[in-house]
């Protein structure tokens, strides 16, 4: 079977340049969507992977049903905990919503109240400004602001901010990739305590040698005056990975209907460009070309225009979410820009160039030489 050279094909693209170039735009659009899409996925799918560890495990409230804002259990809790065999460390903290002010305007925020200990069993977070927060201080993770609606230099060191009525230093920033605690606001949780009125904790995290919660299991069971559950981090935060899962959905479905939208435009245009070359695709039939090959060239047009709308999507998608985060609830995550999320963007659109081209190319093969020459 005779094949119509590919650059046919190319000169094909420039003879019609503002359908080339609307084609091209719209390729681009879809990518940059595809792009931001899965980058969106990713970043809610990795939130919690860096606080998912074994060896890691909450002691909650029975009633709190595993919500630790809701959990309330008693300070010697993490005394008890602390003689325990296996035990490495034990953090005990207060997890609290409130309205932080800065420069007078009310931010909704997460605070969390924290001791020395915090820092060793929260292996992922790394301080990378600054100082470690003493009484009247707090150290603030990269996405606090993002999930606060608050400025960036509202937050930089050396800022104040109002808790409860005290005015707090800014002393330190601090990452922690793969978790909800870069959005968070960490202070010394003996002075929380007191400006929250609370004369109890909202969680103790034990980190232990091995992730044999036996013993904690045992403990918890033991001692029904505390009313404890208990769960490893990692089965904690798979839940609240899983109950994100609708949003991860609706994502999706938000992505393939614009998706289909962008096929059935594709398919229109390349239908009409098909129906203004119609007496020169006959033209070539009657010199001996196939159908098929015929297809194959239009076909090429198509993946030629996706291949490059989908090169100026990523451009387009790499600048626009470069260092952006997305605030949900009382939490933020980072977009993650990866090459997961690039090829799914790149194949999306090489999938829609060759779904796009299907009408067009079936009407080639059916088409009739003698028809197609007397066309006007």
Known sequence: MRHLPFDYAVRNLGRRPLRTALTIAASALVT???????????????????????DVALLLSRASEGDIVRSAIPTTTATLARGL????????????????????????????????AAWVVHESVTVTAGALPGPGEVIVGRLAGAQMGAPEEALRIGSTLELEGQELLVVGQFEAPGTTLEAEVWTPIGPLRGMAQRDDDSVVFVALEDADLSELEYFAASRQDLALIVSSAADYYRTLTAYFAPIQGLAWALAAMIAAAALFSGANTLNAAVQDRIRELAVLR???????????????ESVLLAAAGGLIGVAIARVALAGTSFSLAMSAFALRLDAVSITVGIAGVLLLGFLGVAPAAWRVLRMPVVAGLSES
């Open 286 to 300: 009657a010199m001996g070309y196939s159908g098929a090959a015929l297809a194959r060239s239009l076909t090429e």
């Open 32 to 54: 940059a969507l595809l792009v931001a899409t899965a980058a969106f996925v990713r970043g809610l799918e990795t939130t919690f992977s860096g606080a998912s560890r074994e």
């Open 85 to 116: 065999p296996g035990v490495v460390a034990v953090s005990p903290e207060i997890h609290m919503g409130s309205t932080l002010r800065i420069d007078g305007a009310p931010y909704p925020g997460f605070v969390r109240g924290v001791t020395d």
